[in-house]
């Protein structure tokens, strides 16, 4: 879903917008990371049906329409993305509700991993989180899920990584083990999407 989109262009601009303009490969392998975490914390916030239900609703309200997907090239580049709501790009409050309180370990993890700044992975995430919410919101337009069948699609798109680091990463998202993430960060993704 995400490797489609990652065109020439859209790694360029990208690379200029976290500072790592002229290293392509390594601004693919690290958004390429950042999706799969990001990806990751919303499959484990829509596990349950009140996080599935707040998922749905938020991506009814905030990311059905013309969206960042639509949009990218302008969202990649300075200034407002036309036609796009301003919550729907807010990279900061979406990673905020994504991931609560893990935010800055995984953060960090990712930093290690992708071997870049803390400011530059900031950025990267703020930067793929609206991405990842405008493709849902996409798919759940093209293929018309609701909250009883989002979980089996986020099941479906995400990929066994065989990366250790990444796999440390994810299960930082479930730091008390127990599969659910949604009382890890106390339901924030579900009162956040709800409102």
Do not use: Y
Not at 52 to 70: F, I, W, Y
Not at 85 to 108: F, P, T, V, Y
Not at 164 to 175: A, E, F, P, V, Y
């Amino acid at each position: 879903m995400f490797k489609q989109q990652m065109t020439g262009a859209v790694v360029n601009q990208m690379a200029e917008k976290i500072g790592l303009g002229g290293n392509e490969q390594g601004t693919t392998q690290a958004a390429q990371n950042v999706f799969t975490t990001l990806m990751g914390a919303v499959a484990k916030n829509a596990a349950t049906p009140q996080g599935a239900e707040s998922l749905n609703k938020a991506l009814e309200k905030n990311h059905t329409g013309s969206g960042v997907m639509d949009n990218l090239m302008s969202f990649l580049g300075t200034g407002a993305t036309e036609n796009v709501s301003a919550k729907a790009e807010d990279g900061n409050g979406i990673l905020k509700h994504m991931l609560g309180n893990k935010q800055e370990g995984i953060l960090q993890s990712l930093s290690q991993m992708n071997k870049m700044s803390p400011d530059a992975t900031k950025t990267l995430m703020t930067t793929v989180a609206p991405m990842v919410m405008s493709m849902l919101g996409n798919a759940k337009k093209e293929q018309g899920f609701d909250a009883s069948s989002i979980t089996q699609f986020l099941g479906n798109q995400q990929s066994t990584t065989g990366n250790s680091q990444l796999s440390g990463i994810m299960s930082m998202l479930d730091s008390d083990g127990d599969g659910n993430v949604m009382d890890d960060i106390g339901g924030l993704l579900g009162g956040f999407l709800g409102k």
